[in-house]
């Protein structure tokens, strides 16, 4: 069983690697246990597979590197697992897909290869919702991910494996992908701290993409401070990826500890009635406590925040439409075997590889594209993301940073939206607002609802990462 609500057996990611680079710890005996506790914990489903044999390779590289006097990196011999968009050596790569099913990555995502460079070895993938299309890890074409808290719950999506992993205790940190609130979804849901960093601050080369525009990449942990070191050492410049912005010129660890006289924004839009009022006690609470620690409360109201999500259910399948169109079953993933011409194999390949949810979101941003309807929907929703990024900006004149919930509710019970996808899209109304501006995001546990994890919402202007992360790091203490 998991070990849920014990204390981690994992120290703080820094130390593991102080140990390792001693001599303290041997790699090799980090990676047994964190097979070892995905073993105990398989009943959870939060991996689709394991990259054991290279894993157990690197440990042992890193064991003998270390026993020679060498200096291996911040991260040596630090398990982690990521999730299963992230092209990796030493297994597949499925997106928890089908049609990418039997799929060998030719190359490594920057992300990985800078965390690798560090001394920190991937040993699993985890499982998601199918390309990242989901809030539960339903949509996955392989199974569902179950919350480390009760089972018969959902852990959020799309990154539930990794939020799963991170609680279960089988890693001290997983990499998780947001486009539209996945990072921070399930954090919240599992009890994780979950980090959407800047748009661009963290090079998509090598992550099966989704909607282009708002993938961002970051760390799910136990902690901001393991958090802000994984951001540091995966984020900047990289010449894969033209949309990859500098990082802070003082990094993202030694953070500031005090907060006082910076003023959080409560965004009114984010504490309407449909917030169960477990979760609203809890951010209340938790706000409070930011008073008391020197923090200045402002109510603030961003008016098109309520239409973020009819814009976002527009821009992320046209740009996904496109994304999809690649996987044609010819150059790589699940090739049909019914005969016919190259059309026909297009067809049955795309027809049998793909889920259900990739499928809705294809007809979607097809159409949402196609030249009798762009005007009415594709451009609307574009014009009113440029508002949605005007009213960030002129907010964020007037206060450092905003608040709400993460999510309305804690996690719900599996099989409750399945069949409704309009009921699960609703799921993302507290998230999409930041994917669509290109904000800094961070969920923050902030308690127990009823037994299950409630997470505070902290958003940042862009590039104020370093400011984010310190808030974020004020409000686990004051928690
Ligand atoms: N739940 C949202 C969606 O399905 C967000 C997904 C994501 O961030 N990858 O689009």
Known sequence: MSSVLSKSQWPSIASISTDVQNGKSKALDLVELAYKTLENSNEFNSVISTTKKRAIG????????????????????????????????????????NILKGFNAPYQATAIERLEAEGAICVAKANLDA????????????????????????????????????????????????????????????????????????????????????????????????????????????????????????????????????????????????????????????????????AELVEVSIPSISLALACYYIICPAEVSSNLS????????????????????????????????????????????????????YKKAQTLRTKLIKEFNEIFNKVDFLAGPVSPVTAFKIGQNIKDPLQMWLVDILTVAPSLTGSPAVSVPAGYSDGMPVGIQLIAPTGKDRDLLALASVTEKVI
């Open 326 to 377: 690649r996987y044609d079953g010819q150059r790589y993933g699940h090739t049909s075997n019914m005969s016919g011409n190259i059309e026909d194999s297009y067809n049955w390949s795309r027809s049998e590889g793909f889920g259900s949810e990739a499928k809705r979101r294809i007809l979607i941003g097809t159409y949402v594209l196609s030249s009798g309807y762009y005007d009415a929907y």
């Open 131 to 294: 390309f990242g299309h989901g809030a539960s890890t339903e949509n996955s074409d392989f199974y569902t991910t179950k919350n480390p808290h009760d089972q018969k719950r959902v852990p959020g999506g799309s990154s539930g494996g990794s939020a799963a992993a991170v609680i279960l205790d089988i890693v001290p940190f997983a990499l998780g992908t947001d486009t539209g609130g996945s990072i921070r979804l399930p954090a919240s849901f599992c009890g994780a701290v979950g980090y959407k960093p800047t748009y661009g601050l963290v090079s998509r080369s090598g992550v099966i993409a989704m909607a282009s525009s708002t993938d961002t990449i970051g760390p799910l942990t136990r902690n901001i401070a393991d958090a802000a070191l994984i951001l540091d050492i995966i984020s900047g410049k990289d010449e894969l990826d033209g949309t990859t912005i500098e990082k802070d010129k003082l990094g993202y660890t030694n953070l500031p500890t005090h907060i006082k006289g910076k003023k959080i924004g409560i965004v009114a839009e984010f504490m309407g009635k449909g917030v169960d009022p477990g979760v609203r006690s809890r951010i209340e609470d938790t706000l409070k406590e930011l008073k008391n620690a020197g």
């Open 58 to 97: 690197i440990a042992k590289d890193i064991d003998s590197r270390v026993k020679k006097g060498q200096k291996i990196g911040k991260l040596a011999g630090v398990p982690f697992i990521a999730k299963d968009n992230f092209l990796t050596f030493g297994g597949e790569t499925t997106a928890a897909s």
